[in-house]
């Protein structure tokens, strides 16, 4: 009786829950687009364009289900929902700023003004009590996670084959190893906060970063100075690797690979390979979808690892339950997300329609990540952070990990997808 509650009164489960109705409601034509920020110059503009009414109806309709997830895990309905549409209100200006299109041409991401409004609000103004039980970072980046899941289609994989899954697989766990290790055993950083930051690095920046944090128990702190430099980071990639890519002289399938499997970022990928071309960017697109096909099972074995060798209990080896206790159940409506569109719904509906209904969903996930992202600055104390960098050496494995997965991608990108290994793709 106890295990059938916790699936109505688990965050994790109510992750789940949340995101494959969102799913179901975009698939079943009930929600058939998201309202979109304007681009604008001009306060002029945004008052013209702004979506009133549709905004309205999001912020009701992602306000009412999180409501039903805070009232069944908490008891805390009536107070989340006095402050969510303060929440609502705040990543609603995210977005504003991102699309001011002087702001944009230096390609700052929503995720990254979210974060900064959020950091900027909690550290000079403090958060007020009445505030608090609307910040929510772990319901609305897990929900947001589940569907990403409807986005990873496996069928788009088959453009480029088992080649790049040599590029976005097979870097991935040399860099995550490799981290985990300089940082735990070298560094000396809490093992939590290095596989953490790891995950961001070698796997899909802030939803690996996430989907580690939640199967290694990482504290807020951690994960916030993880989202941080992992957020800042991309921005700086975004602009330069391009650059080095035309120095370089790459070819633009090589160069594709090498910016999916090292950017953090699938927008921030998207955008990067498109300043070298449609071939660079569909290459980008397709490696950065193969490594994310990858959170669940990288938030799986390290959940398996850590309650087999980082924290056991009592010293002794756990039993499949404290193992399924620990594993993130978010993780599993991810999975079941792609195999269901992937499997299901593109056979059945084709991949243009399914295509289609993704522009919604992807609107929706896009909402909840910014929700996600204000609320890990809002919970975030500059102090804290201060005393998390512990010296700098979080930064220091940062860039000693991403420069080894530069490195590392590239090489693999180039044995690949240069004709020296296999023959040569045209996309």
């Known amino acids: 009786?106890?295990?059938?509650?916790?699936?109505?009164?688990?965050?994790?489960?109510?992750?789940?829950?949340?995101?494959?109705?969102?799913?179901?409601?975009?698939?079943?034509?009930?929600?058939?687009?998201?309202?979109?920020?304007?681009?604008?110059?001009?306060?002029?503009?945004?008052?013209?364009?702004?979506?009133?009414?549709?905004?309205?109806?999001?912020?009701?309709?992602?306000?009412?289900?999180?409501?039903?997830?805070?009232?069944?895990?908490?008891?805390?309905?009536?107070?989340?929902?006095?402050?969510?549409?303060?929440?609502?209100?705040?990543?609603?200006?995210?977005?504003?700023?991102?699309?001011?299109?002087?702001?944009?041409?230096?390609?700052?991401?929503?995720?990254?003004?979210?974060?900064?409004?959020?950091?900027?609000?909690?550290?000079?103004?403090?958060?007020?009590?009445?505030?608090?039980?609307?910040?929510?970072?772990?319901?609305?980046?897990?929900?947001?996670?589940?569907?990403?899941?409807?986005?990873?289609?496996?069928?788009?994989?088959?453009?480029?084959?088992?080649?790049?899954?040599?590029?976005?697989?097979?870097?991935?766990?040399?860099?995550?190893?490799?981290?985990?290790?300089?940082?735990?055993?070298?560094?000396?950083?809490?093992?939590?906060?290095?596989?953490?930051?790891?995950?961001?690095?070698?796997?899909?920046?802030?939803?690996?970063?996430?989907?580690?944090?939640?199967?290694?128990?990482?504290?807020?702190?951690?994960?916030?100075?993880?989202?941080?430099?992992?957020?800042?980071?991309?921005?700086?990639?975004?602009?330069?690797?391009?650059?080095?890519?035309?120095?370089?002289?790459?070819d633009r399938i090589v160069a594709g690979a090498w910016l999916g499997g090292t950017i953090d970022s699938t927008g921030a990928v998207v955008a990067a390979g498109q300043m070298l071309g449609d071939q660079s960017m569909q290459a980008a697109a397709v490696i950065k979808m193969i490594q994310n096909a990858s959170i669940g099972l990288v938030a799986l074995l390290i959940a398996l690892y850590w309650v087999t060798r980082v924290e056991p209990t009592e010293g002794r080896r756990p039993g499949a339950i404290e193992i399924w206790n620990r594993f993130p159940k978010f993780v599993l409506g991810f999975i079941a997300a792609s195999c269901v569109v992937s499997l299901v719904l593109v056979p059945l509906l084709g991949a243009e329609a399914v295509g289609q209904s993704l522009q919604a969903s992807k609107g929706i996930r896009n909402w909840l990540f910014c929700l996600a992202f204000l609320c890990i600055g809002l919970e975030s104390d500059f102090r804290a952070l201060a005393r998390q960098m512990a010296g700098g050496r979080p930064l220091l494995l940062y860039w000693s990990g991403q420069t080894l997965n530069i490195a590392l991608t590239l090489l693999a990108a180039w044995l690949v997808f240069s004709g020296i290994l296999f023959p040569k793709i045209d996309l």
């Open 1 to 250: 009786m106890r295990s059938w509650k916790k699936l109505v009164t688990l965050e994790d489960w109510w992750a789940v829950w949340i995101g494959l109705l969102v799913l179901g409601a975009v698939f079943l034509g009930v929600v058939s687009a998201v309202p979109r920020i304007p681009k604008w110059s001009t306060l002029a503009e945004v008052a013209a364009a702004l979506p009133g009414v549709p905004l309205l109806l999001l912020m009701i309709g992602l306000g009412g289900l999180s409501v039903l997830a805070v009232g069944a895990i908490q008891r805390q309905a009536g107070r989340f929902a006095a402050g969510f549409p303060v929440l609502f209100c705040l990543a609603l200006l995210s977005f504003l700023v991102a699309g001011n299109r002087g702001l944009a041409a230096y390609g700052l991401s929503y995720a990254l003004w979210a974060l900064l409004v959020g950091l900027a609000w909690s550290n000079l103004l403090g958060v007020p009590s009445w505030l608090k039980p609307a910040v929510r970072s772990e319901l609305f980046i897990k929900t947001g996670l589940v569907i990403l899941g409807a986005e990873i289609i496996f069928g788009n994989i088959l453009t480029l084959g088992r080649y790049g899954v040599i590029v976005a697989w097979g870097v991935t766990p040399i860099v995550l190893v490799s981290m985990f290790w300089f940082g735990y055993r070298r560094l000396k950083l809490a093992p939590s906060f290095t596989i953490t930051i790891a995950a961001a690095t070698s796997v899909c920046g802030v939803s690996a970063a996430i989907a580690a944090a939640g199967a290694s128990k990482a504290k807020k702190e951690e994960l916030t100075l993880a989202v941080a430099m992992t957020l800042i980071f991309t921005v700086l990639m975004m602009v330069v690797m391009p650059l080095v890519c035309r120095w370089l002289d790459l």
